[in-house]
């Protein structure tokens, strides 16, 4: 990855967020409004100040609605102005930040809203049934698999491969959902035991239903602005240090399992732009996507802030606790607060927003922090998004 | 879309306005700063990107244009079925309805049937 490239610096300085919640009452596009107005009014800017729009979102199908980019234009305060949707499953969320990125990094625009909705409630009986043609029509098909099977067959293989047992796996679920007891946006914070998870119901071996997230109903969004500009509006800026996304092949079958190699890869493009060399000494904070407990070690791994195998390890040590060496999840992340997919993205790069802005509230981790990561993951366990911010 | 079926939501607005066609009311909302009023009534201003204020009560229907359909989605052959754009004096925005008698752009219309989609008589 070239690292000398010519492009303008980009800071956050707003972000808005709905509260998670099942079935709201709200359409997509109010929701979409809602988190819009709140980033403009933390921006201090008004829409007509909006260069362009970045709207984020998964499938269609989870709304229920087709062309979702274009239904949520003007509840995302798209209406005359340019407007891209991005779509890369479950890594979207972080993407839309990162498109809100390049759009004035590139020197095309000053001033960008971005905003990632998503409404899961609507499908019955379950959202999960949307999946249905993502899969190799010959080989895969056939067995009518779900995504949570090959999350199931991940996890499994990530707990054999590093000797991990399940009781260690649930202790991020313990964490994350304790440290959204603290988030107001939270759909799902509270005290739970590790027995808890382990007496739930199973749901596709070896996930259970304290292992997974919730389906979620939900939006968030964030002003992104041209360097040169930033401190007209906030004392604070939030500078977005380095970005890095990729895409693995779909023949997941083909391989190994235990290690996210495509986030590895995200993560070293980010770091490199970020000029981040040893990201365990200096990454503060971090919210890896964590749809499922396991998916969270896996991805501190993957992003370079353990070695392969010992995150739970560290993770038994306290190092990634809200009062930690590297607090993981200060929001609660998606198990915590849930998981609108596109939202929940980018939901975690706000989080991270908040804490380098110091305006976590709550959720403030407890050691000063300067560096922060968020990341994203989603697909065929193939799609990666990491974005590096700095105060 | 594979998932069984949809359970969707009105929305805040959304409804308002069903419980406007219950009373045999169009209602519509309006933004405080630019005035506009939007039929069905919407939570937000899409230019002013504030939040819509009062409730309203819309009058004087009119046909903004109209269509005759011959052929359905599958091709199938119709009875000659009129489909009309119908807006209200002073609002932006516009409902879908059924026409009854003998359509022309710009002629007021009469509300036979509060419902989606609306039932309307040219007068």
Known sequence: MKTNLKYRKVAAIGAGMTQFRRRVLDTPQEMAWEASRKALDEAGLELKDIDCVVIGSAPDAFDGVHMKGEYLAHGAGGIGKPVSRVYVGGATGVMTAISGWYHVASGMCKKVLAVAEEKMSPGRPHPQAVFRYIWDPITEKPLNPNLIWIFAMEMHRYMFVNKVSKEEIALVSVKNKRNASNNPYAQLGGEITVDDVLRSEVLVWPVQLLDVSPVSDGAAAMVFVDGDIARRYTDIPIWVEGVGWTLDNTSWPGRELAYPRYLENAARMAYTIAGIERPQKEIDVVEPYDPFDYKELHHLEGLLLARKGEAPLLLKEGYFDRDGEIPSSPSGGLLGVGNPIAAAGLMKVISIYWQLKGTAGKMQVKKPVHTGVAQAWGDLMQASTVIVMRN | ?123
Do not use: W
């Open chain 2, 1 to 123: 879309m594979e998932v069984d079926r949809y359970v969707y939501t009105l929305g805040i607005d959304g409804e308002t306005f069903m419980q406007g066609l219950k009373q045999g009311k169009i209602i519509g909302r309006k933004c405080p700063k630019c005035g506009r009023v939007y039929v069905p009534p919407r939570m937000y201003c899409e230019d002013c990107f504030i939040e819509n204020k009062d409730y309203i009560e819309v009058h004087e229907p009119y046909l903004d244009s109209y269509t005759v359909i011959h052929y359905d989605n599958r091709g199938a052959r119709l009875e000659p079925l009129t489909i009309g754009l119908v807006r209200f004096k002073g609002v932006s925005g516009g409902l879908l309805a059924l026409v009854d008698g003998k359509p022309e752009i710009g002629r007021k219309v009469e509300i036979e049937s509060f419902d989606i989609p609306l039932r309307v008589k040219v007068v």
